[in-house]
């Protein structure tokens, strides 16, 4: 892997977001953590990370509005985003699929080493067609 690939992760649970921060660290990966929306941001717009991972629920701003916002900005409008979440593709909210996701995670549903491994595959996919 030549440069580093910078990954925000966005998640209001402090438990899991370290959780997922050690095991992409230990793939050699970059990592920036931010616990609720405003402050994932702040972080993306700074950082402009090459893929964001993004949970739905979180106090004050809903991971929708987030990256509703992010969208909004030419620094955020082409970066790769993965939802992780536990709310059901089918209860997320439906402007999802408009604001370009890349994937879609339900956390209850793979270990942190998959998640890992289909954020590597999802880099790939998207680096090979560019």
């Not at 990954?7 to 616990?35: C, H, N």
């Not at 929708?64 to 992010?70: K, R, Y």
């Not at 409008?77 to 994937?103: A, C, F, H, R, Y």
Request: charged fraction near 30%; avoid cysteine.
């Amino acid at each position: 892997m030549g440069k580093q690939i910078k990954i925000a992760i966005i998640e209001d649970d402090p438990t899991i977001s370290q959780m997922y921060r050690m095991k992409f660290e230990a793939d050699g990966f970059d990592v920036e953590l931010a616990t609720d929306g405003r402050a994932g941001i702040d972080m993306v717009r700074n950082l402009l990370p090459d893929i964001i991972l993004l949970d739905l629920q979180m106090p004050g701003m809903n991971g929708d509005e987030v990256l509703t916002e992010i969208r909004a900005n030419d620094w955020g409008k082409d970066i790769p985003v993965i939802i992780l979440t536990n709310t059901s593709k089918e209860e997320s909210p439906k402007m999802l699929d408009e604001l370009d996701v890349l994937g879609y995670i339900l956390k209850a549903e793979l270990t942190p080493r998959q998640v890992v491994e289909r954020v590597k595959n999802a880099i790939s996919v998207e680096s090979s067609e560019s």
